[in-house]
């Protein structure tokens, strides 16, 4: 069974770098099959896709964080990690890290970890 | 980016009648090669992250009870809850993985029972 799990700061502060990390069990972060995500929903709010990394390390940004925003990808230890800066406040939201594939989008996801950004 | 837009917003469901939200893409979603809709859909619980319910506009997940079910091809979808269930309320949502980047989701639909 594939889980998934955030971990990092809950309470970052504005203009510094929101770092978390996601450690894959039970599967392989280097399989070719998947890409591996992160989604964030502010409270009450709806669902942003941040980006995706391939076990290779080539990577997929959103536009609208481009220039901020870096995934990384450890394939020796089986964790891939999101880094956010300068961050603001309107990046406090849950984060999630999800597997993803091609065919059957996010099937498997994280508990997900809320992050304050505070001035 | 590629726009979803979900309707209605929220919407409230007599136990055991039908639940129907829709989808509309700004582009399609569809890739020629396969002939498939690059659409799914997500059912949200309170405190929890999304599950996935539907892929390929059509096709659901393994586990997924047989009262959901989706339709739709190009720029329209439909998420079709045959008999609502008290289990059912939930937010719901719709999202393509088609443009190469970003993936996005839409709105959301709330469903409560009435």
């Known amino acids: 069974q594939l889980q998934l799990q955030e971990s990092g700061p809950g309470l970052v502060r504005s203009s510094e770098t929101l770092s978390l990390t996601c450690t894959v069990s039970?599967?392989?972060?280097?399989?070719?099959?998947?890409?591996w995500a992160w989604i964030r929903q502010p409270p009450g709010n709806g669902l942003e896709c941040i980006g995706r990394?391939?076990?290779?390390?080539?990577?997929h940004y959103n536009p609208s964080l481009k220039g901020r925003v870096t995934i990384s990808i450890d394939t020796s230890k089986n964790q891939f990690s999101l880094r956010l800066t300068p961050a603001t406040a309107a990046d406090s939201a849950v984060y999630y890290c999800?597997?993803?594939?091609?065919?059957?989008?996010?099937?498997?996801w994280g508990q997900g970890i809320l992050v304050t950004v505070s001035s | 980016d590629i726009v979803l837009t979900q309707s209605p917003d929220s919407l409230a469901v007599s136990l055991g009648e039908r639940a129907t939200i829709n989808c509309k893409s700004s582009q399609s979603v569809l890739y020629s090669s396969n002939n498939k809709n690059y659409l799914a859909w997500y059912q949200q619980k309170p405190g929890q992250p999304p599950k996935l319910l539907i892929y390929?506009?059509?096709t659901r997940e393994s586990g997924v009870p047989d009262r959901f079910s989706g339709s739709g091809a190009g720029t329209d979808f439909t998420l079709t809850i045959s008999s609502l269930q008290a289990e059912d309320v939930a937010i719901y949502y719709c999202q393509q993985y088609h443009s190469p980047t970003p993936w996005t989701f839409g709105q959301g639909t709330k469903v409560e029972i009435k």
């Open positions: 390929w506009a059509s």
């Open positions: 999800v597997r993803a594939g091609v065919v059957r989008s996010f099937d498997s």
């Open positions: 039970g599967g392989s972060i280097s399989s070719s099959s998947y890409y």
């Open positions: 990394i391939y076990y290779s390390g080539s990577t």
